[in-house]
């Protein structure tokens, strides 16, 4: 849910994001202060738990350094980075999280390789015309 949100943030639409009881326990904070930094606007219920709604759109690129070590978090700032005008660079100090962001940047990518690109270890992405 994390990592899709930041896919989300860039499209031009609204989404509303639920989840099972599970999911619905698991803070959206995390991934809310990233992109919304970028120009998303997100509205979560009281305690920032799902049921999300994003508002995505144009967003402008960030150089992002997060507090805690997360891989779904670092993914969807990459992500929503793929959507920005610029360059949008994870500075997190852990560059060896799960590798989940890269399974799927690399399907991500295929399917949209003349557009943009993500380069693993330099935890960028950058949109491309």
Do not use: N
Not at 105 to 112: E, F, N, Q, T, Y
Request: charged fraction near 25%.
């Amino acid at each position: 849910m994390r990592m899709l949100s930041g896919y989300l943030a860039g499209q031009p639409f609204s989404s509303e994001l639920c989840g099972d009881e599970s999911l619905s326990r698991r803070p959206m904070a995390r991934i809310m202060t990233p992109l919304s930094e970028m120009g998303a606007r997100i509205e979560a219920r009281k305690g920032w738990t799902p049921s999300t709604e994003i508002h995505g759109g144009r967003l402008k690129p960030i150089h992002y350094r997060p507090e805690v070590a997360s891989a779904q978090v670092k993914s969807c700032v990459l992500f929503a980075g793929l959507f920005a005008e610029g360059e949008t660079v994870d500075r997190g100090a852990h560059p060896h999280t799960r590798s989940r962001r890269d399974c799927a940047a690399g399907v991500l990518g295929r399917s949209r390789a003349d557009r943009q690109c993500i380069a693993d270890y330099g935890r960028t992405a950058a949109a491309r015309d």
